[in-house]
């Protein structure tokens, strides 16, 4: 993946200026990218006071979208603050809710138009589950965006966890909650119906008409809708080896006792419910829900310079690997980086930052700070949660064990000064291998 960025981003860039050039935040993306844990660009220093060792971290870049790590650690980091510090100890059940193909990219591409797409979601959602349960009630979760599929394809569509119960306030102003049976087909069908004629009155008040192009005049589309038009395609796609299936996932993504519905392209599907007293399972599923695009186990660099990324499973041909050339795969990937200033996970009902009585609800606060504050910037008395906890609670990995004697080590330093990063890592030896981006050869005159 980075070999990919570092040979083909400048070429890629200039050819998408000739069709009026990407976003900046795209190009930010993919720069960041290069220089994610390079340590010429600054680390912590850290040290054992047991033998003396000292070692270095690099900084990360914690972009949404592109970097596998950061997307992997964000995506830790997330599910572990959802279980300790937002989830209730209640049962959950995942929703799925998916559009019309045809409207991938407007959803992709107009964020006024996703935001109230996903509102007649919510509300759709908490309507219902407060219908069942008759009488005065609260309900609450949290909605995930996804941009993306399994194949690397621009597919939006909404991951959300729901409260599998409402909450009922007594006299006293105590909360209770009530479990709701499971969900009916029937039911799902008149919530898919439900979803989709609101989502048509949606269409008609904004003038959007839901019909497919199939003219055969060529479009000109900018550099950004170009590449949205090709990560709505399959692909090129192969027979090479066996799928991944079945993965580990699975379980998780289609859990047995599910039960979905499809109308007129709106599909609702509602998984079995998850134990909120099973902490591992619920932290589980919220790493599924926060996982990033790109899985990096799946992509492999052929002798011919071609890409191919598995898929998870055979599709009706039997293909087993889509194949892409670099410029393809970084297309595929400017369509699926989500846009700054539009969070992709949202809370809402009792759960939302402004409920009243969420604080009645919510694990009580602790002293954890922001996961990435500066060491000079954190009050001495706080507690915040390091990556290498992080690590170690979702991987199994103790970062900071010292690889000489297994003892303990400590931060001693943030290390910024581009002077003094090359002086450290030129008496250390630790300065990294890969290259400084540069065009492929062919072009670099």
């Not at 499971?182 to 039911?187: A, G, L, S």
């Not at 011919?304 to 039997?318: A, E, F, H």
Request: net charge positive; proline share 7%.
């Amino acid at each position: 993946m980075y070999a990919v960025v570092r040979d083909h981003l400048d070429a890629f860039l200039r050819s998408a200026r000739e069709h009026g050039a990407l976003p900046a935040f795209i190009e930010k993306t993919f720069r960041a990218l290069l220089k994610c844990g390079i340590p010429e660009h600054g680390f912590i220093r850290v040290h054992c006071a047991r033998c003396g060792h000292d070692d270095i971290v690099a900084f990360s870049c914690k972009r949404r979208g592109v970097c596998p790590s950061c997307s992997a650690r964000a995506m830790g980091d997330g599910a572990a603050h959802l279980v300790d510090h937002v989830l209730p100890r209640v049962p959950y059940r995942q929703w799925v809710v998916g559009f019309p193909f045809e409207l991938n990219g407007p959803l992709a591409f107009q964020p006024g138009f996703l935001a109230a797409t996903e509102r007649i979601v919510v509300d759709a959602l908490c309507r219902w589950q407060k219908a069942r349960a008759g009488g005065k009630a609260q309900v609450g979760g949290i909605h995930v965006r996804h941009r993306f599929g399994g194949s690397l394809n621009l597919h939006i569509h909404g991951h959300l966890l729901l409260m599998d119960g409402v909450y009922r306030k007594d006299a006293d102003g105590k909360l209770t909650f009530t479990q709701t049976p499971p969900p009916r087909e029937e039911e799902l069908k008149t919530l898919a119906e439900t979803i989709h004629r609101r989502l048509s009155g949606l269409m008609k008040r904004r003038g959007m008409v839901r019909t497919q192009d199939t003219s055969n005049e060529e479009q000109q589309l900018d550099a950004l809708a170009s590449c949205g038009q090709l990560a709505l395609t399959q692909g090129k796609r192969e027979r090479s080896g066996p799928a991944l299936s079945p993965v580990d996932e699975d379980e998780v993504e289609h859990p047995r006792g599910g039960t979905s519905a499809t109308v007129n392209g709106v599909n609702v599907y509602a998984s079995s419910p998850v134990d909120g007293e099973d902490r591992e399972t619920l932290e589980r599923l919220c790493r599924y829900l926060l996982r990033g695009p790109l899985a990096l186990h799946r992509l492999k660099q052929r002798p011919d310079g071609m890409l191919t990324y598995r898929l998870k499973k055979p599709d009706r041909k039997g293909n087993t690997v889509m194949v892409l050339s670099p410029s393809e795969l970084l297309m595929r990937l400017c369509s699926l980086i989500p846009a700054p200033g539009h969070p992709t996970r949202k809370y809402f009902g009792i759960l939302a930052g402004a409920a009243k009585d969420r604080k009645l609800v919510v694990p009580k606060p602790t002293h954890r700070k922001r996961a990435h504050a500066h060491p000079d910037r954190v009050a001495p008395t706080a507690s915040p949660v390091k990556w290498a906890e992080l690590l170690k609670r979702v991987w199994g990995i103790d970062a900071l064990e010292c690889p000489k004697c297994g003892g303990r080590m400590t931060a001693l330093a943030v290390v910024e000064d581009a002077a003094e990063v090359a002086r450290y890592l030129a008496n250390t030896g630790q300065a990294t291998v890969y290259q400084r981006s540069q065009a492929p050869p062919d072009l670099a005159a």
